[in-house]
């Protein structure tokens, strides 16, 4: 069962008349999930509109609650451009209806919902770039455009192309933003946040590489920076946690040589196991104590558990690992999101179901 929460308000009130910090929700917190629901197809707006509205939240959101997981992330869209709630600031950007870039469905706010009245919390997986894979899409949200040797290049060359491909290639994700893009993707982000509210208490970033945060200085001169971004991503909430990904690598993901974003408050965390990856044997386990997250973050591990990303039909942990490696996490201060395969309608394929709800159970509280 899910700890109580009856001393939450008697704590708050120690907590405040003594001054000291605010208790956060992911420090009590064990694991989550997360949802990579638009990974599994490129979809035409057709087909991706028909998808969501197969969705059934109800089941979905008792599947969640069966697990006793803390919380979700849920993917709200990723790089093909198309996502699961409308937003008429991104319709407006590209020039389109709803329906065409953005799901009639606010499958979001439905979820949402549904988790609140489960105690379960929701926080949203979006890009910290326009989406890559499109470069009309890049261009309408005026985002940096793909180069080569620093000369913006059109749509003849594929945007998520590399420089083994296309000699002194870079997307725009590795170069820094600009103040308009920084406006309209407030605007984007904004939108969502002010209609969640509180109903979303977080944030997770992708893409937000090195060469973002290596721009953050140079963009506080401008009306429009990183900033500002911020401050619209957090409109409906103001204490939504926060998260910036620049990779798969315990340096980056877990933020052992300082935070990507000043505004960070939980690491991003990605990864592929338990055990940091070395050419050679196993690496260190990853744990707070051996890969330490700056003071104030929240250390945080994400990783997928069954085949891959979105992908797969049953764990491949055994429920021992998991509870044991897990566990140990827990009594360091951590917490580990574990990625999970979902089908277009919402099911957890049973086998993987199962074994996250015995993982419920096994772990002691926090």
């Known amino acids: 069962m899910k700890k109580s929460s009856l001393l939450t308000p008697l704590l708050l009130v120690i907590t405040s008349s003594l001054g000291l910090a605010k208790e956060r929700w992911m420090e009590q917190s064990r694991f989550g999930l997360m949802f990579h629901y638009e990974a599994f197809v490129d979809h035409s707006s057709e087909s991706y509109n028909r998808t969501i ?4 939240v109800k089941g979905f959101t008792q599947a969640v609650a069966s697990t006793q997981a803390d919380y979700i992330i849920f993917v709200i869209g990723q790089h093909w451009g198309k996502y699961c709630a409308p ?8 020039g389109v209806k709803n329906g065409v870039w953005t799901s009639k469905r606010d499958l979001i706010m439905e979820i949402g919902k549904e988790l609140a009245e489960r105690d379960v919390k929701l926080i949203i997986y979006m890009t910290a770039r326009a989406p890559m894979r499109h470069y009309k899409v890049i261009q ?7 180069s080569i040797n620093g000369k913006p290049v059109g749509p003849g060359i594929d945007p998520m192309s590399h420089p083994r491909k296309v000699k002194g ?11 308009q893009f920084l406006k309209n993707w407030g605007d984007v982000c904004g ?3 002010k209609r969640y509210g509180k109903l979303v208490s977080g944030w997770w970033f992708d893409g937000y590489k090195t060469e973002m945060r290596d721009s953050y200085e140079d963009l506080k001169k401008e009306k429009y920076n990183v900033d500002t971004w911020v401050q619209a991503v ?6 939504a946690e926060l998260a910036f990904n620049a990779g798969a690598h315990p340096l980056l993901s877990l933020c052992t040589a300082g935070k990507l974003c000043p505004h960070q408050t939980f690491t991003s965390g990605e990864n592929h196991g338990f055990y940091q990856r ?10 707070p104590k051996n890969f330490p997250a700056p003071k104030g973050v929240v250390w945080h591990l994400l990783m997928p558990v069954s085949k891959g990303w979105g992908a797969g039909t049953e764990s491949k942990f055994e429920l021992d690992v998991l509870t044991e490696r897990i566990g140990a996490i827990n009594q360091e201060g951590g917490l ?13 394929p049973e086998p993987v179901l199962k074994t996250l709800s015995q993982l419920g159970k096994s772990l002691p509280e926090k």
């Open 169 to 179: 290639f870079l997307r725009s994700e590795n170069q820094a933003p600009n103040p």
């Open 234 to 239: 957090r409109s409906g909430n103001p204490e």
């Open 53 to 56: 509205d197969s969705f059934d």
């Open 336 to 348: 580990v999101t574990l990625d999970t395969p979902i089908a277009p309608d919402g099911k957890i």
């Open 140 to 146: 309408a949200m005026q985002d940096t455009l793909p």
């Open 87 to 94: 937003n008429s600031a991104y319709e407006k950007l590209l």
């Open 278 to 287: 070395v050419k050679k044997g196993q690496g260190k386990a990853l744990t």
């Open 191 to 193: 939108e969502w946040s």
